[in-house]
């Protein structure tokens, strides 16, 4: 079994397939069965699994996806059926939350087409993803503004500027 190069605690790498541009990483949560969303049960029981691609930081300049064979879970006492939640991933989305603030911070600075191919998801993805970050910037970070702006003018090749 490979050693967990992921740096991601909560799962256990099975296989890791490497090609020109991605890393294709195979794994499995550590953790035991979970709640059931709906009720917070315990009494839950296995209903199959579902392999679920989830996209992480690129390593080594190649983009890194991790396929997690998740648990299907059903409810004994509601009789719905859930996935077991995956550690370090984004609710929202398919990605882990370190990529999540890796985009929100990029996406400050570079195009969204440039770290949509660097990652390995849609422009459209990573524009949400900037949405996320600016409202979540716009909660915490405060502006101090001037009270009182002074303007003064000069004049530059005989032309007067402001």
Request: with cysteine; charged share 25%.
């Amino acid at each position: 079994m490979p050693a967990n190069i992921l740096n991601l605690p909560g799962y256990r790498v099975l296989a890791v397939k490497e090609t020109e541009h991605d890393y294709h990483i195979k794994a499995e949560t550590d953790s035991p069965a979970g709640l059931c969303p709906a009720c917070n049960s315990r009494d839950v029981v296995g209903y199959g699994r579902i392999e679920v691609l989830v996209h992480d930081l690129a390593m080594h300049g190649k983009r890194v996806g991790i396929y997690v064979d998740a648990r299907r879970l059903r409810c004994k006492g509601y009789s719905k059926t859930f996935m077991e939640t995956l550690p370090g991933v984004n609710p929202n989305r398919w990605m882990t939350n370190r990529l999540v603030k890796w985009i929100g911070q990029q996406s400050l600075r570079r195009t969204f087409t440039s770290i949509a191919e660097e990652v390995g998801v849609t422009e459209g993805t990573i524009r949400n993803v900037f949405s996320d970050h600016v409202n979540d910037l716009e909660r915490s970070v405060r502006f101090e503004t001037p009270i009182w702006m002074g303007i003064d003018e000069i004049h530059i090749i005989g032309q007067p500027r402001v």
